[in-house]
């Protein structure tokens, strides 16, 4: 795996290696780590298909701050089983070889300490925008009184009012809102590890760039660790401290690479020219993989 570093400012973007013994990025204890991971789905039949091989990565545990991972491939490369090996979901949980480890332990499987958002939108359709977003503190047997009012808060917190939009039901809600009551639904548990598998991708681009500097927001509010798989490079450049570029099928991570984190809403980053050059560098390395695929 190689490992870049892109700086990020008011000049072109610059290109670096960082080498191989530097810590500067996954220095003290692991939050999470992956050892030489793979997943074969219906091994030793004629269906059998690998997935991801030999994926090895760690995260550092920095409480009261967290980090931002963007993970970024070509389709059909694994990232989404990487994130339910992480989420401990079946059937992609267990791995085929080598170990998922959460805090130095192996995960044994879902765990209230990680949380997922979807791309499609996961909310219960009989269930009233406040119930969907307090279904978690129900399950853990928190009184309804005290899960109502921590859910009115996240309703306001994602956005939405509290008073007009908390007994709405999903078929009354836009894309954007019921993406909203997903995220409040799974950050009211304040997971120390958000796993968000394209949760913006069909929402219209307005939107989208709304949604990104409101997860930002969230994010430096709960200090979670997130994990983020997109397609959007842009995206990825904006909202990551750091991006992990895929292979082609079955996946191993190739590229480690560093960028800035958003410190600027995301209008005014995407017109950073250094920005702008970061995006094309990662788009090219995402090319070559295409290219290699026909």
Known sequence: MSRIELSIGSTPCEVKPVEQGEQATDAGPAIIELRDVGKTFAPGTPKAFTAIENVSFRVADRPGEGEFIGILGPSGCGKST?????????????????EVLLHGQPVSGPGPDRGMVFQDYTSFSNRSVIDNVAFGLECQGVPK???????????????????????????????????RVAIART????????????????LDPVTRRRMQGLLVELWRDLEATVFFITHDVREAVYLADR???????????????????????????????AFLESVHQISELLDELEEGRD
């Open 82 to 98: 990487i994130l339910r090996l992480v989420a401990g979901l079946g059937p992609h949980f267990p791995p085929t070889e080598g």
């Open 145 to 179: 009184a005290e899960r109502y009012a921590r859910a009115r808060d996240w309703i306001e917190r994602v956005g939405l009012d509290p008073d007009s939009d908390s007994f709405k039901y999903p078929h009354q809600l836009s894309g954007g809102m019921k993406q």
């Open 187 to 202: 950050l009211i548990l304040e997971p120390r590890i958000i796993l968000m598998d394209e949760p913006f991708g069909a």
């Open 243 to 273: 991006v992990y570029i895929l292979s082609n099928s079955p996946g191993t991570v190739l590229h480690e690479l560093q960028v800035m984190p958003p410190d600027r809403p995301s209008r005014e980053m995407n017109r950073d020219p």
